[in-house]
Every structure is written in structure tokens, then in C-alpha cells.
């Protein structure tokens, strides 16, 4: 069951976490912090998966920039891609035959989300303005959540 529950928790914490926040500053309004969500990165995933097409293509592609780039959208996207899909096997895997697979892919998709929160976390220091200290809890619970997948899928090759 954990192996079900963690992955959608992975996807739900990169989509509706805060990620990081950025200071603006205007003539009028002053300096003002904004928050941004992981849905920033990942929101063209998730609306094509709502629409029920695979999330592969342009239309699917994520907008999100940071640095100028939108590698880290692309990241937090197959993470979230392959913890989506990881549940989705860990519900066949409540059969006997498939349970060994669950658990690599549930393995994959932990470490998949880890990848894609430090990449996040080194675009941030290398971001003029930004840095470390810029990254939310969003972002934290989100490794968190990929950390514990490992370990449960790491569980699940032993036979628990």
C-alpha cells in the first residue's frame, strides 16, 4: 500500500508545494515576495493527464524557466511521469507475479524525484538573486516523499 500511496504523494507535494520564491521590486509596490508552485513546473503535465492523453510531446512540454531554461520543468515532469506510474504498477502489483517490478519502479521514481529537487536546488545557487535559501518547504517535502519511496521500494526487493 505504501508503495501506492508514497509515489502519488511525490507528485502531489512537487505539484501543490511552493518550490521556491523570488523578490520582485516596484516603483509603487515596493519589494514583494512571490511563491511559486510546483504547478509552475508541471502543470502541462498534469492538464494533459486530466485529458487523458499521455504526457509526451510539445503540449505536454512544461513552460516553467528557471535560468533561462526549462531543464528543471523537464525534470520535475518525467519525476513526477515516473511516481505517477509507479502507483499505477504498484496497483497491478497487488498480484503476486508483479511484485518485484513494483519495486524497482518504485525505486526508480524515489530517486527519479530526489534527482529532479537537487537539480532544482542547483539551478537555484547557480540563479542570480535567488540561491538556496530561496527553495520552500514544497521542495523539501517532495525529497522527503522520494526519499521514503526508495526506502519502500528497497523493502519491497527484500519480500515485505
Known sequence: MTRILLPLAIVAAIFFGPMFSETTSGAATGDRVSTISG?????EAIGCLRNLTVPLGEECASDGMLNESNMVGKAMS??????????GLGIIGLLPFIGRIT????????LGSIAAIGYMALTLMATDGLGLPSMQWGAYLAAAAGLLTTISGLAGMRGR
Do not use: D, R
Not at 103 to 110: F, L
Open 78 to 87: 518525467w519525476a513526477s511521469m515516473l511516481a505517477i506510474g509507479a502507483a
Open 103 to 110: 519495486s524497482i519502479v518504485t525505486v526508480v521514481a524515489g
Open 39 to 43: 504547478e509552475y513546473f508541471i502543470g
